[in-house]
């Protein structure tokens, strides 16, 4: 099937019941969510105790960019979900003008009866500044629609909303170098800054970014949550102690560093910390 169709087709199937074991630890959580933005939370609490599915918007663009980590990060999260036996909707969106639709399409995401494609033709090198820097909720008006109940800002940047309430997933903290492009300091420093001030509840992946968010951005610590990562790949797993690597020029002892090299990785700690422990 062409991109567009494949689009279409994911509109279509059966929602799943939802499971009686763990759904009071699911609703606890967003009940917590749901009256952090308290003007609508009697609607969504009523809505919960009778089991009516939840609508959730999930921020798919950081994917867009090429493979990294947050693309492993989305693939892992959304193949968790597609696992996940439940009446609830997950609304995958995006707005982006280059290779669209195709961009997306072809990532390879995970799919499942309850997930559905919303995406648009939108540069976001346009819509983001028009959002965080002079106020307008562009995004919010598109989303209306699909009546979500949350939308889940799945890589530190949120639309510029007002009525619906959001998560908002922050994997690290710091780190904006005056010598990366102006795009990455603005989607990284002044967005994400913007968008940390209005979430309504975040997530963070460790303590020590919670820590952070909490003293750097004077939050109340009932905002943020810790939430790790999942465990690894199968494909990633320790090797046979009796390996030579000396082909590739590695001898013991050594640490594999898989990242991008920027400030916010703070690979000089783990240099030093190496340089005492080998």
């Known amino acids: ?91 995958l969106c995006s707005y982006f003008w280059k290779g669209y639709p195709e961009r997306a399409l072809g990532m390879g995401l995970p799919s499942a009866p309850n997930f559905e494609w919303h995406l648009r033709k939108i540069p976001q090198s346009l819509l983001y500044p028009l959002e965080q820097g002079i106020g307008l909720n562009i995004q919010e008006k598109l989303l209306a629609p699909l009546k979500l109940d949350v939308y889940h800002g799945t890589a530190a940047v949120l639309p510029r909303l007002r009525r619906l309430p959001s998560l908002l997933t922050v994997h690290h903290t710091g780190g904006v170098s005056l010598d990366i492009p102006l795009w990455d300091r603005f989607y990284f420093g002044f967005a994400t800054d913007r968008s940390i001030a209005q979430a309504t509840l975040i997530t963070s992946i460790s303590e020590n970014t919670r820590r952070h968010l909490i003293r750097d951005y004077r939050l109340a610590p009932e905002r943020v949550r810790t939430v790790y990562y999942g465990g690894a790949s199968p494909l990633f797993h320790p090797r046979g102690n009796g390996e030579d690597l000396s082909r590739f020029g590695i001898t013991a002892p050594y640490y594999l560093f898989v990242s991008a090299i920027n400030v916010r990785k703070n690979l000089p700690v783990l240099l030093r910390a190496f340089a005492r422990l080998a």
């Open 1 to 91: 099937a062409s991109p567009r169709g494949a689009l279409k087709g994911m509109k279509t199937g059966r929602p799943r019941g939802i499971p009686v074991e763990g759904f009071h630890e699911k609703s606890s959580f967003i009940r917590d969510l749901f009256w952090a933005h308290r003007h609508r939370a009697i609607i969504h609490l009523i809505r919960i105790s009778l089991y009516i599915p939840v609508r959730i918007g999930i921020d798919i663009s950081a994917a867009l960019g090429g493979p990294s980590g947050l693309r492993s990060y989305l693939k892992s999260f959304l193949d968790a979900l597609a696992k996940i036996e439940t009446s609830d909707r997950f609304f």
